[in-house]
């Protein structure tokens, strides 16, 4: 069964530390994995998009990696600010655009 | 470029009324989505639309969710008629056949409240 399953499910960090969200997956055949950003009231935004052959992406202080292997990504989030407070979803796409979301892991910066 | 429109972006009803949502795609995408996304959770797939064809429907329910795409461009999403748990936010996105990476822009939603 495609699945996608991220952790935590939120988290709190204060202004200024670093946090790692995590996506496991189990999707066949693999296309590529994106993590959005999707800010309370908006539509997702996407941050990253990685391919089979890529096994990290950055966007600012946005970095993504992807171990096709363990079928696991991470995103890293450098020095947060409070305009990151948002909810951040891992998408796996397969092959003829399918795709499968994680529930997503709620984050909140406090100053 | 111009993004994925919606409208409305807020919808208040009484249960058993009938809703409507629109969406109009990005230019030339070919593939239109429309989501579901309860509050906390992430968005599920309710149609996948290729041009004016469905490709997926298998989790819209069908007896009181409709959804049409009829000239490949703008589409709309009915509920008819509507429950309390119906309450969530509807998501469209757009995608395009072609490119590296087929990836999705989402439109800013419309948010349903069921009273």
């Known amino acids: 069964k495609n699945q996608v399953e991220q952790s935590p499910q939120s988290l709190i960090i204060l202004e200024g530390k670093n946090c790692t969200l995590q996506c496991n997956y189990t999707v066949s055949p693999f296309s590529n994995l994106r993590w959005y950003k999707q800010d309370t009231g908006r539509g997702p935004v996407s941050l990253t998009i990685?391919?089979?052959?890529?096994n990290t992406k950055s966007n600012g202080r946005y970095t993504a990696t992807l171990d096709a292997d363990t079928k696991q990504s991470s995103l890293h989030i450098t020095a947060s600010q409070l305009s990151d407070s948002a909810s951040y979803i891992c998408?796996?796409?397969?092959?003829?655009?399918?795709?499968?979301f994680g529930t997503g892991t709620s984050l909140t910066v406090i100053p | 470029e111009a993004g994925v429109a919606q409208s409305p972006r807020y919808k208040i009803i009484e249960k058993r009324q009938s809703v409507a949502f629109w969406c109009n795609p990005i230019s030339g995408h070919a593939t239109l989505y429309w989501y579901q996304q309860i509050l906390g959770q992430g968005p599920k797939l309710l149609i996948q639309?290729?041009?004016?064809?469905?490709?997926?429907d298998s989790q819209l329910p069908k007896d009181r969710f409709s959804a049409e795409r009829l000239k490949g461009v703008d589409s709309t999403l009915k509920i008819q008629p509507a429950k309390l748990e119906d309450s969530a936010v509807y998501l469209c996105?757009?995608?395009?056949?072609?490119?590296?990476?087929?990836?999705?822009?989402f439109g800013p939603g419309t948010r349903l409240t069921v009273l």
């Open positions: 990685m391919t089979f052959s890529e």
């Open positions: 996105a757009s995608s395009s056949l072609a490119g590296r990476y087929n990836e999705q822009f």
């Open positions: 998408v796996v796409s397969a092959t003829g655009n399918q795709f499968y």
């Open positions: 639309f290729q041009n004016n064809g469905v490709v997926d």
